[in-house]
């Protein structure tokens, strides 16, 4: 495929999912499977061998939007951790080809992941690149992030980590879901809201702080260990004397 050849893509399916066992370390794929309290079979193969098998066996051209399609569907219907992770990086690859039209596909896999291994890849790196080019993804997440999954919270949150990262983004849209879920007890959407903060202060330090200092007496511990990391000393402390109790 990598060459321009039209080779079918449930065929290709197959062809990953071989390189991915050939790639296989039982020893690994017991104690992944026991840290992510996983329901799918494990091969042990690490994100780097299985970027490269992608590579590979698919390569970066080639593929058409249905084509696409076919091939993320059919590597999601083996329960394999490893094939779901491979139809994250290809959809990554190619998110270019993606619109408004995939949001149906998108969430289909959110739902179905159940776990941040996958989540977090479809959030910041497939649905990111969508929300910032595409401006009818907003009332998509907004929509997510009062999903009563909290997978689906997690990744209206992380679809905004990438620009914020990188000193642009949304603020706005990610200040106004997390301060709604900021009393949330689950811990994946606390540590998720700390990263983000923690990302975004990185580059903008002032702008973390001036959002959080208000609000550090709602935020959980975690939220606010995270979020803290890159402030100076006296933003840090300030937040930290103003979660304390008068």
């Known amino acids: 495929m990598n060459n321009g050849s039209v080779t079918d893509p449930l065929t290709l399916a197959h062809e990953v999912d071989a390189g991915l066992r050939a790639e296989a370390r039982p020893e690994r794929a017991a104690s992944e499977k026991a840290y992510l309290k996983s329901h799918l ?3 042990g193969t690490s994100v780097p061998a299985i970027r490269s098998t992608v590579r590979r066996t698919v390569g970066v051209e080639g593929l058409n939007h249905d084509d696409l399609r076919t091939l993320v569907a059919a590597l999601w219907a083996m329960p394999v951790h490893e094939c779901r992770v491979a139809a994250v990086e290809l959809l990554a690859s190619y998110v270019h080809l993606l619109s408004t039209d995939d949001v ?8 179905e992941s159940r776990t941040w291994a996958l989540v977090d890849g479809l959030a910041a790196n497939v649905v990111g690149p969508l929300v910032e080019r595409a401006p009818g993804m907003g009332p998509v997440l907004d929509r997510w992030a009062v999903d009563a999954d909290h997978w ?6 992380l679809a905004l980590l990438v620009p914020l990262r990188q000193g642009a983004g949304d603020f706005d849209r990610f200040g106004r879901y997390a301060d709604a879920m900021l009393a949330e007890k689950e811990f994946f959407i606390r540590k998720a809201i700390g990263w983000v903060l923690r990302d975004t ?3 903008r ?4 702080y001036a959002w959080l200092l208000p609000r550090a007496s709602r935020a959980s511990g975690v939220t606010v260990r995270e979020a803290v990391k890159p402030l100076s000393d006296a933003q840090r402390a300030a937040i930290l004397a103003a979660r304390k109790p008068t």
């Open 201 to 203: 202060g990185r580059r």
């Open 205 to 208: 330090p002032d702008l973390v």
């Open 152 to 157: 689906i919270r997690r990744a209206a949150l």
């Open 104 to 111: 149906d596909l998108l969430e289909r896999l959110l739902r």
């Open 41 to 43: 079979r494990h091969y």
